[in-house]
């Protein structure tokens, strides 16, 4: 989705495993329902004293738990300008988890965030996902850091199913792509990013997007694993749409690409 009439009009997200060469056909059809994201095993049973957020919350023992591959419309704690849908995500995850106070935590590679918190996917009674629901529910979006990449296909499908349908998030103006040709930002935070890649700069710890209208993405060099394809030059003057959290130092603004699956190609509708 872009920003701009015009623009909504001749282009067309196209979300892949890889980003520009390969493409991969994964045998799903995107309008068939999503499959249920299934967690393979619990790692705790924990019971839950608050809900923060539509992605936060906080035990019993004092523990704070950021849930795993999604991100939800964020409150303006300060200021009390909170976004759109931030009260309706927060209600519906306190709701879910009315339903069963004792819930299960799942883990990945990585448990705490830099914030101390604890990363996992919430399940309650044995087996429903959380993270699944709220985007099936247009209540949030998927977003893939590593090195937690579990059930990363499944929330994308789960995401796709809500924004095919225009739910939640999808119907607001306010989450629409900014296309960075056509205006600068004007706040950061977690953003869809919209524009052309105009020049690409590899150093030895990161290659850089620029992208035409003064914002860079960039890739550190830790995550160029995730990457199966590292021809980069083929991104070259290619449409894209980036997600994560996009950040202002100085004049510039950037934003951070962890994964490729944070990252759509653009192609003209038929």
Partial sequence: MLSGASRDKIKAPLRGAFFIACLLLTGQVWGAPAPECLVDHVDEQVRVKQVFDGDTIQ??????????????????????????????????????????????????????????????????????????????????????VPPNLWLQDCYQLAERQARDKGLGLWGQDYFRSLDVTRQPPQRGGFRLIAGRVDRIKKTARTLWLHLVGDVSLHIAREDWQYFPDNNWRLWQGRDIVARGWLYHRGDKWGLRIRHPQNIEAMRSEE
């Avoid at 019993?60 to 704690?77: A, C, H, Q, S, Y």
């Avoid at 909170?82 to 519906?92: D, G, Q, S, T, V």
């Avoid at 965030?113 to 309650?124: C, E, F, P, Q, T």
Wanted: hydrophobic share 40%; charged share 30%; aromatic share 4%.
């Fill in 59 to 144: 035990l019993d023992d004092g523990r704070k738990v950021r849930l795993l591959g999604i991100n939800t419309p964020e409150f303006d704690w300060e200021g009390g300008a909170h976004e759109p849908l931030a009260h309706e995500a927060r209600k519906a995850l306190s709701d879910l988890l009315d339903k069963s106070r004792t819930i299960g935590l799942r883990y990945e590679r990585q448990r705490l965030d830099r914030y101390k918190r604890v990363l996992a996917h919430l399940i309650i009674d044995g087996r429903t996902n959380i993270q699944q629901i709220l985007l099936q529910r247009g209540l949030a979006l998927a977003i893939v």
